[in-house]
């Protein structure tokens, strides 16, 4: 049974900055994709970023390049969504998901490609 479990979401300023992890439990995540996706209220879960476990390769949206990284600590089977410059706009519940590769040809960018979810923590960005 696969687990995800996120944290680090909380209240910023404009311009702030949050880390948000997300502990992986329950398989060797090893041929995975991982992902961030976020829910603002009154829209759609929209894609954030994703890495590909054994790879690293990662990917992300077109509104957070540049301010937002995604990275996998192996050792501790967790991924983290550092965010920086936020924006108001960026305020939404954030989820971590994960995905087996013989889910996916190509790089896991949409909801439907994910099996797995976290519960989701809260990040809101006020001006």
């Known amino acids: 049974q696969v687990q995800l479990v996120e944290s680090g979401g909380g209240l910023v300023q404009v311009g702030g900055s949050l880390r948000l992890s997300c502990s992986a439990s329950g398989r060797t995540f090893s041929t995975y994709g991982m992902g961030w996706f976020r829910q603002a209220p009154g829209k759609e879960r929209a894609f954030v970023a994703a890495i590909i476990w054994n790879s690293g390769a990662t990917y992300y949206a077109d509104s957070v390049k540049g301010r937002f990284t995604i990275a996998r600590d192996v050792a501790k089977n967790t991924v983290v969504l550092q965010m920086n410059s936020l924006k108001p706009e960026d305020t939404a519940v954030y989820y971590c998901?994960?995905?087996?590769?013989?889910?996916?040809?190509?790089?896991?960018?949409?909801?439907?490609?994910?099996?797995?979810w976290g519960q989701g923590t809260q990040v809101t960005v006020s001006s």
């Open positions: 998901a994960a995905t087996p590769e013989r889910r996916w040809t190509r790089p896991p960018l949409w909801k439907g490609d994910y099996e797995y």
